[in-house]
């Protein structure tokens, strides 16, 4: 006990395990029976003394409102207020007519397609990413609308509604005005370059919205479908015309037998995003429409993309969102009605969650995933978001306990030893790659990091030696932004695990 001295708890370390991704012998140490709150630190025999922590209830209740912020900050085509934002407020930008590049060339068409969220460091505005970024706040309120009130500190706080959906809608509002006449739906919203290190109300370049694609279609058709649901009983008006456009562009996808996953023109330097098949919204699409409307129409299209590509209902990522459908299916009262789809889906789902968990059971500091890479951290809390799907199907706590440790190694338990969520924890990222805080010069609170990258993709990482091993290839560096760049579709994957966890 950090205010009295007291020892509480004795342990052995155990579980001693060789970990080649960080080149430790890691040990495991069980203090779950010491559930008093309070302070605390532990202190061995091998390793000295640790920092001190807390133990009580709703301890990540202040970070989830922080980290369902930066949804706000990242807000386009909105003033940003000073008196909400402080430093990190500015004015209105990107609202100009968005000029429409067809992949040939640039045509003499222009649209409407102001708002929606900044998608990362840079200020492009991207469908597969923000639906990403989407589904798990409308997973997330799901789960646990209990959580989310309506005084977490953005714009809307006060009126009434879920702060959660507050933001969501903002970004399917967007949604909305990426879709085309026929029913297609533009890829991304962008300026010829990425913008210097300035406010997003200086950046003044011409704004372009790029080649329509299968992918964001059916992105764009399983997140409306969503919402219809989701909204019905808040705004009936605006639920049903999320399902009328949806079902617009239901009908588009279905005259689309291919997939348009283009390059960025020659002259166009954006996020790529490219996504090389589509089956998987598909299957999320059609599972989401028939969710919204009990047409056993779209359910035959879920089984038929199915029976084309098995692995259209696996995962939770911006490329393969597969496995939110399967989830999505499996928790309808009526799911069981036919039964093979359902055993189909479970079974495909259960191997899924049970392929990261036996990952994480061989790991020093039992992360799900065996590769760090680009955004490694959204990948060890996208595991967990699918552990804890099958916690709620199947009751097995040992899903739910390693769900918990993902969330761990975000908060701390890793071999950097540092809290990969920018202002909180004593060891925290300070120049994470957001654009806005750097022109600010200040602080950006609530944002998770990409995290460990081994494959050293910027300059300042290509300069970290070989002999690092892949889980500590990082550097906090604002020009580090292959491990230290932050995203709407990160903090999207962080809320929902929070909310499945039930910790806010």
């Not at 000295?48 to 990540?60: A, E, K, V």
């Not at 330097?269 to 589509?278: H, T």
């Not at 993309?305 to 259209?312: E, G, I, K, P, V």
């Not at 550097?475 to 990160?490: H, K, Q």
Request: charged letters at 20%; a negative charge.
């Amino acid at each position: 006990n950090a205010d009295t001295s007291e020892v509480v708890y004795e342990g052995a370390l155990v579980n001693q395990i060789s970990n080649g991704m960080t080149n430790e012998t890691n040990y495991y140490g069980d203090f779950t029976n010491v559930m008093t709150p309070g302070r605390y630190y532990i202190q061995t025999q091998m390793g000295g003394t640790s920092p001190i922590f807390y133990i009580g209830q709703h301890l990540y209740k202040t970070v989830a409102s922080d980290v369902l912020r930066f949804f706000s900050i990242q807000r386009c085509g909105q003033e940003l207020s000073g008196d909400v934002f402080g430093e990190l407020g500015h004015g209105v930008c990107h609202n100009g007519e968005h000029i429409v590049y067809d992949q040939i060339d640039i045509t003499n068409e222009t649209v409407d397609a102001s708002g929606g969220w900044h998608d990362a460091g840079d200020y492009g505005r991207y469908v597969q990413t923000g639906a990403k970024a989407l589904f798990d706040l409308m997973f997330a309120y799901m789960a646990n609308p209990d959580s989310f009130t309506d005084e977490m500190g953005i714009a809307e706080s006060g009126n009434g509604i879920p702060d959660v959906l507050d933001e969501a809608r903002y970004e399917l509002e967007w949604f909305m005005k990426m879709q085309g006449e026929n029913g297609e739906v533009y890829s991304k919203a962008v300026t010829q370059n990425f913008a210097l290190d300035i406010s997003p109300d200086e950046d003044n370049q011409p704004l372009y919205v790029l080649t329509p694609e299968t992918t964001a279609a059916g992105d764009f058709v399983a997140a409306l479908a969503m919402a219809s649901v989701i909204y019905q009983d808040i705004d009936e008006e605006f639920a049903n015309e999320c399902l009328e456009k949806a079902k617009i562009t239901w009908d588009y996808l279905q005259e689309q037998d291919y997939l348009v996953a283009e390059l960025n023109p020659g002259d166009i330097n954006a996020g790529l995003y490219r996504d090389d098949k589509d089956k998987d919204e598909r299957f999320f699409a059609s599972i989401a429409m028939w969710v919204a409307t009990s047409d056993n129409t779209y359910l035959d299209s879920a089984i038929n993309t199915l029976n084309q590509d098995a692995t259209a209902a696996n995962g939770v990522n911006y490329t393969n969102v597969g496995a939110y459908g399967a989830y999505y299916y499996l928790i309808q009262d009526n799911a069981k009605d036919n039964e093979e789809l359902y055993n189909k889906l479970l079974n495909s789902f259960i191997t899924e969650a049970d392929v990261a968990v036996n990952n994480a059971a061989i790991d020093g500091y039992n992360t799900s995933i065996i590769n760090y890479g680009w955004g490694s951290n959204g990948d060890i809390v996208n595991n967990g978001i699918l552990m804890m799907f099958a916690y709620d199907i199947t009751g097995e706590e040992k899903y739910q306990q390693t769900a918990v440790e993902q969330l761990n190694y975000i908060f701390g338990k890793n071999s950097l030893n540092m809290t990969f969520v920018t202002g909180y924890g004593l060891n925290s990222p300070t120049q994470p790659h957001s654009r806005l805080a750097k022109a600010k010069n200040t602080q950006l609170v609530g944002a998770l990091i990409g995290g460990a990258n081994s494959n050293r993709e910027d300059t300042v990482s290509s300069q970290i030696g070989w002999d690092v091993p892949p889980a500590k290839v990082y550097a906090d560096d604002y020009l580090c932004y292959s491990t230290n760049e932050v995203s709407i579709y990160w903090n999207g994957a962080l809320i929902n695990l929070m909310a499945q966890l039930d910790l806010f």
